[in-house]
């Protein structure tokens, strides 16, 4: 493995990322022909906002959040990105070289197939069944994202907090979720004193263990209980779309 933008040649592994899984081994091995594997940490800008996309990543580990601009330094996010996902999904939509008007930054250290922006858009006509999946993903983000702002105007904080814990569990494929207080407040859009109120509920309740860094998940049924219908309409949709089988 290497740091992004090194040029060292790197062995790749079978993939983990959950929609290259989906495509046929003949348009996989495309893609990974044209990829190289990178290492992304915390607090590391994958995509600036409003600047042109140079790159598209596919997540094999790791969490990244997607944050639209509220104030000239104030960002809250959209949706997350995990290994269920990818970075540069307006590309498949508008298929041209574009500046989108959001944030990409990586909340949670992992890896990714990485891609530049420009060899993406020449391959995409050539995999029409990567670019079916890839819109399917889009439609399960255009929910996620819908269902997420319902939620966050008429649900409690205590109901949103456990909604996204619940999302970003299914997108690190882990119950461990390595974040500070301060981290989820800023990603929420509240006080970091509401968010570690409402962690203190539910560690109290048994749901989850909060330490310094780190908030593991408990009990993820109860936890569903909390979060009202919105995690299991959004969890609906990415079934249905990208695992039609169960």
């Given at each position: 493995m290497m740091e992004a933008g090194s040029q060292n040649p790197v062995h790749v592994v079978p993939v983990r990322n959950r929609l290259l899984r989906l495509i046929p081994q003949n348009e996989l091995s495309a893609v990974l022909?044209?990829?190289?594997?990178v290492r992304i940490l915390p607090r590391q800008i994958l995509h600036h906002w409003r600047l042109p996309m140079e790159y598209v990543y596919f997540l094999e580990r790791g969490l990244v959040s997607v944050s639209a601009r509220v104030e000239h330094d104030r960002f809250v996010e959209a949706w997350l990105i995990g290994s269920e996902g990818m970075i540069g999904a307006p590309l498949v939509l508008t298929e041209i070289d574009?500046?989108?008007?959001?944030?990409?930054?990586?909340?949670?250290?992992?890896?990714?197939?990485?891609?530049?922006?420009?060899?993406?858009?020449?391959?995409?006509?050539?995999?029409?069944?990567?670019?079916?999946?890839?819109?399917r993903y889009i439609d399960v983000v255009l929910l996620?994202?819908?269902?997420?702002?319902?939620?966050?105007?008429?649900?409690?904080?205590?109901?949103?907090?456990?909604?996204?814990?619940?999302?970003?569990?299914?997108?690190?494929?882990?119950?461990?979720?390595?974040?500070?207080?301060?981290?989820?407040?800023?990603?929420?859009?509240?006080?970091?004193?509401?968010?570690?109120?409402?962690?203190?509920?539910?560690?109290?309740d048994g749901l989850i263990h909060s330490s310094r860094g780190l908030v593991s998940i408990l009990d993820s049924r109860a936890l569903q209980r909390v979060s009202c219908t919105c995690f299991d309409t959004i969890a609906r949709e990415y079934r249905r779309q990208l695992n039609p089988e169960e």
């Open positions: 022909s044209r990829s190289e594997a574009q500046s989108p008007p959001h944030r990409r930054v990586v909340q949670v250290s992992g890896t990714a197939l990485r891609m530049s922006a420009r060899e993406f858009l020449s391959m995409l006509p050539e995999l029409p069944n990567l670019k079916r999946i890839l819109l996620q994202t819908s269902q997420s702002g319902v939620c966050n105007a008429v649900h409690s904080l205590k109901q949103r907090l456990a909604r996204w814990l619940l999302v970003a569990s299914n997108a690190l494929e882990d119950d461990k979720l390595p974040l500070t207080h301060e981290v989820l407040s800023h990603l929420l859009g509240v006080r970091r004193a509401s968010v570690t109120e409402c962690l203190e509920v539910l560690e109290k």
